[in-house]
Structure formats: C-alpha cells, structure tokens
C-alpha cells in the first residue's frame, strides 16, 4: 500500500492531500484551520487531518511531493529583476531574505515541517526528528501538477488539457493531452505575459485584493458596458488567434515592482487605482466588464486552439483562471468540446492534489482507471448515455454526467453528532436533536419562513467554493434575501451574487442548462419563463442601481444580467443537503436554495463545530443546524466575543 502526501505553500492556499493507492483519501486547505484566510504557511494543521483521517503518522507516508520546483522559481525571479534592473531593487531586496533563508532550502524545511505536523512541537527537535524520515521527497512542476489535479481525477479516460493562472516557475498557461495515467505538455506561455495577471492587474487597479478579489470582478462586470475594451486592446494586450496573450509591459509593474500595474496603466484608465473599501463608481462597473469580456474571448480563442491542437473530445481545466464560472459557460455553449471537467480547487490548493496523484500515476506508473473507462457513468434525463456537442441553448439532453475523483470535493474534517452535542452540552447550549429522517422536513419549513440557516454537516469542502457542506442557505423566491445576507450576516459588498442550489432533475426547468455543475463553476441564464417582466422605468436604470430590481421568481439567486452561478446536486454525493432541497421542492414547488459559503468576509470557510458556532452568533442568522442538532438564535445565551471580530480577520 502507497501513502502520499502532497502539499502545495509558500504563495497563497496552501493544502494538503493524501492518497493511498491512487485513491484521494483527505484534502484541506490550511487556512480552515488557522482561520487566516489564503494562508500562505506550511500546511502542518492540514497534513496532520490528512494523516489523522488514514490514521497513520507521518513515519508510515512513502512519499511527500511538493507542487512546484522552488530552484526555477528562484532562477525566474533572478532573471526578471537583472531584466529589469535597476528596476524592481525595492521588490528584490524584500524578496530575497525569505528566499535565502527558507525557499532555497526546501527539503530541510519539509522534513521540520512535517514533524510537525507529525506532533513534535519544539522546532529543534523537530529538525532534528525530520531528518529521520524515511519517505522519498518530490517535487513536481507546478504547471504539471496543475495539469495533473485537472487529469486525473477527470472522469475521462483520454483528454485535452489547458491550465491557466498568474505564474508557477515560468509558465502562465500550459496546453497538454492525458491518455490513461499519462500527462503529456506540448506547448506553453510564459511570464510575463500572463491572462491570469492581467485580470489580477485590473482587480488590484479596480480596489480589490489581488488573488482573493478576482470574483469580485466577474460579479461587478454585468453592472458595467465593455466602453474599455478596444483600450484595453489597442494600448495594453493582444488576443492572438491562439487564444495566447501579448502584454505590453509599459503599462504592468508586477515583474519588477511591488504594484501590479504603472503610472502608464492610470493614464490609459483616467486616474489613480481606486482606494480599497471607497466607493464602487460606474468606472469600476466598466472596467470590471471590459476585462472580463476580454478574457472571455482569450479563453475561447486558447480552447478552440486547443481543440485543434489535441483533436481530443474532452477537455480538463484547471488554475485560477478556470475559476471564472461566467467564462465557463460560454465554453460550455460555444466551446468545440463535447465535455469538460474542471477541478474544483483549481487555484494553489488543488497542486496539492495534482503532486499526490502524480507521483502514483507517472512516478510510480500505477495504472489509472477512469469512470469513463469503468462505466460508472450516470444517464442524463432523456435518452441517452453517450456524449453529443452542447448546443447553443445548452440544452441537450442526451449528454452524459459523471462521478469524478474527487468525491464532490468532500475532503474534510467531519464531525459526529455525538462530538457536536458533547461540544453544546459542555457550553451549555440549548439545542433540538431531531431524526435524520425529520431533519429535511424541519431544515425546509424554516427556509420557507424565510429564516436565514447555517449549515454545518458532512465533510468539510476542499476548494474555495462551500457545496452544502459548510454553507450559509436561504430561500431564493425571497426578494430581500441577497441584500440580508450580503448585509447583515456576510458583511459584504452589496452588489456580489448568490449562488443557487438545485437538484440536478430539475435544472433544465429553471436554467439553460441541462448539463452537471457540482462545483459551481458554471453560469447559465435563468429561463425565460422564470423571468419577470421589467416596468419601463426599470428599465432605464443604471450601473448599482439595477441591484434591488426582482428579476425572476428566483430572485435571490438572479444576478442584474439574468444569470445564476450553479451548482447541481445528487442524492449519491450530498444526501443529507439533497434531502433538504427536495424537502423544500415538495414545499414550495421550488426545487432550489440559496447557498454561499458559511463565513463572514475575510473569514475562511468554517471548519468546526465551534467556528460554525461562533459565526452564527456574530451575525443575524436565525438557525443553526450542526449535523442533527438544530439550534435557534433566539434561545442562545448572550455572546461576547474576546475581541471584536471585525479587526480579526482582513477584508478580502
């Protein structure tokens, strides 16, 4: 039996993931546990939950891989700041004390890390106990463990693949084919030209955070009109027919300097970037739009190219780019693949993932079994089980959906109902315990109500999306609920959408879309029956004024241009949260939730029971529900926080 670990630090999201035997076993972020959201620190907390959860320690593993090759990062950086010199001296003189003591010396770090995480405390111990390790250390490059977290845990037997983000050691996009447990890269971009940063550069120019803020931007595009685009065109980046980026560098500082854009760049766009938390203008709305039209078009021109290319029917994505759900379902509607698959912690997390399994797959040469391959494929509604090309409207019902590698994302901590009701007892706090049978019941009369729940059940989700699991619901026919939980339980920008949740029977009625999406990664439009018909007056409205406008019975979950960020649920992956939605359906005759992620902003997701807690008395949620035990905040005892919670956590 192989035991792998795989570990991805150092940058943003750090994580790790084991496999045994080819098969994902545990996968967490860091940050879940530390609760510093993007933590960018060894995941000891999240390597010591993956051991805990196989039950072995750190001395049983066979291997440790680690997702990028740190020696050609430093080799880039050297090599962009002599280009640039003597530009960059600042960025390079705060750089260079974190390589030259911890970077450059990798293995050693790894080895008194993962004592650690193996429970030794003391560092000089530590060292001196990491040196004993047994386990082979690896290290893979960081596009090809991207490659290899979008591949293998694919359901495909054979398929294209294409990874987009800001930068690993050189590449920014990589363009490659995975046959059986083979990854093979053909082609690649590289820095500084960049899709990933330069969506970065107009998130950090537009006054939000670079490498947590980019969602802000696709939420705030359908407020803009694309009146940049041709600048933006003409003066800063080039669209080459294959989809590739040619960036003029006049107008960026992210290779030498501590900005991601210049002086150059706030000449172009009229002004200075805006100052984080001011107010959001139509400029920002129009900006946002502009750039994301743009990548649009890149990321369809590097798909067609690479369909071209591969002449493969199925395509696998992953990076920080493939987040870009907007962007994804036009891929989904005017893309030439028949499917796609895109991992869901496509960001620095999911390396983690992609090291593990290429270490089993490549390194090892173990043989990999795809769903495609083993007929584990599920029948659509309709007709058939073999694939069709998704027509425009996105409606075919004659496609396939599939199970995949990673077991709906949930790779987490879970937590019993017996530690939950010894962690209330010892509290002192009131709760309801009900039957799993009745829970769903309860769960959907209280959304009906309008009642605002946390729910913490099941295993915690891997990735940055909450998927049932660790979620904040709510009733989407509720044409209060967006502005209620984006400001009075999220805390957030009143303009950023909800997601809805909906049993995967019933998706095509409500969305063109017939097609899986169980990690929210896709948008489609609300169909038209759905939709409701605007007065003249609300018509003519403008930019953020457009937001408090009821577009559909559905109106919760309705973004201002129609669309819905979606995410697909069967009973075989969540069946405690599909019993709950279904229980909703029979109701109300609505067959879908409301869903975010369970945190406040700046917060990470939640993890325990006691976070769950904590957040649900910080903000005006009305229930909590931790597994069976259901919790009403009107019966709950005053809460006093240790410190105001608002200074705790950075605003992302």
């Excluded at 090759?69 to 950086?77: A, G, N, Q, S, V």
């Excluded at 093979?184 to 899709?195: A, G, I, V, Y």
């Excluded at 295993?459 to 984006?486: H, K, T, W, Y």
């Excluded at 529900?625 to 605003?651: G, H, I, M, S």
Aim: charged share 25%.
């Amino acid at each position: 039996m192989s035991k792998i670990l795989g570990i991805s630090a150092f940058y943003h999201d750090s994580a790790a993931c084991l496999v045994v035997d080819g098969e994902i076993i545990a996968a967490a972020q860091e940050e879940r546990f530390t609760r510093v959201k993007h933590d960018h620190n060894f995941p000891v907390n999240a390597a010591r939950y993956c051991l805990k959860e196989a039950g072995i320690t750190a001395e049983e593993l066979d291997y440790v891989g680690f997702y990028d090759k740190p020696l050609l990062k430093f080799d880039r950086l050297l090599e962009t700041y002599l280009d640039y010199a003597p530009l960059g001296f600042r960025s390079f003189i705060k750089a260079m004390p974190l390589w030259m003591k911890e970077k450059l010396w990798m293995p050693d770090l790894i080895h008194t890390e993962m004592a650690k995480a193996n429970g030794v405390e003391d560092e000089r111990h530590a060292k001196k106990v990491g040196k004993k390790f047994e386990w082979e250390l690896l290290f893979g490059d960081h596009h090809e463990s991207r490659a290899a977290s979008a591949f293998y845990p694919s359901p495909f037997e054979e398929a294209a693949i294409l990874t987009i983000d800001g930068v690993g050691e050189w590449a920014t996009s990589s363009i490659g084919i995975g046959r059986g447990n083979e990854i093979t890269l053909l082609k690649e971009l590289r820095f500084p030209d960049s899709l990933g940063l330069l969506y970065s550069a107009f998130t950090y120019y537009t006054g939000f955070k670079v490498n947590s803020g980019e969602y802000k931007v696709m939420g705030l595009a359908p407020y803009g009109e694309p009146k940049y685009l041709s600048l933006i065109k003409d003066k800063l980046a080039e669209i080459r027919d294959d989809g590739s980026v040619r960036m003029n560098h006049e107008y960026f500082s992210y290779a030498h300097g501590l900005r991601m854009t210049s002086g150059a760049f706030d000449g172009v766009f009229g002004g200075a970037p805006r100052k984080p938390e001011s107010k959001v203008t139509q400029r920002e709305m129009d900006l946002a739009r502009s750039i994301q039209v743009f990548t649009e078009e890149a990321l369809l021109k590097m798909v067609r190219y690479v369909h071209q290319e591969t002449a493969m029917k199925n395509l696998c994505m992953a990076g920080g780019v493939a987040l870009n759900c907007v962007a994804n379902g036009r891929l989904l509607r005017e893309g030439p693949f028949e499917d796609f698959w895109i991992q869901p912690a496509a960001g620095d997390a999911g390396g983690a993932v992609g090291i593990a399994l290429a270490i089993w797959h490549r390194y090892l040469g173990k043989e990999r079994i795809s769903s495609e391959r083993a007929g584990s494929w599920h029948a659509r509604s309709g007709t058939g089980v073999s694939p069709v090309k998704h027509a425009q409207d996105a409606r075919a019902t004659t496609s396939r959906s599939y199970s995949d590698g990673m077991k709906g994302s949930f790779l987490g901590p879970r937590d019993s109902v017996e530690d939950i009701e010894r962690f209330l007892q010892s509290r002192g706090l009131p709760y309801t315990k009900h039957s799993r049978q009745e829970l769903p019941d309860v769960v959907a009369n209280l959304l009906a109500d309008e009642k605002v729940i946390g729910l913490h059940q099941g295993r915690m989700e891997f990735g940055p999306r909450a998927l049932g699991g660790r979620s904040i619901i709510g009733d989407p026919r509720s044409p209060r609920m967006q502005s209620v939980m984006n400001l009075k339980i999220k805390y957030r920008e009143s303009f950023r959408p909800f997601a809805p949740s909906v049993l995967r029977e019933h998706v095509a009625d409500w969305f063109e879309l017939d097609d899986d999406s169980p990690y929210m990664l896709l948008v489609a439009d609300v169909l038209n029956q759905h939709r409701r018909k605007l007065t003249p007056d609300e018509e003519k409205l403008w930019g953020i004024d457009k937001l408090n406008v009821p577009r559909s019975d559905i109106p919760a979950v309705t973004h201002v241009d129609y669309s819905a960020r979606i995410q697909t649920v069967r009973r075989e992956t969540n069946p405690l949260y599909y019993d709950i939605i279904e229980a909703f359906h029979r109701r109300t005759g609505c067959p879908l939730i409301v869903n975010t992620s369970f945190n406040v902003r700046g917060e990470p997701i939640v993890c325990t029971p006691e976070d769950s807690y904590r957040c649900f008395m910080r903000t005006e949620m009305d229930y909590l529900v931790l597994e069976t035990c259901v919790l009403d905040k009107r019966d709950q005892p005053k809460f006093e926080d240790t410190a105001d919670w608002r200074n705790q956590f950075a605003l992302d």
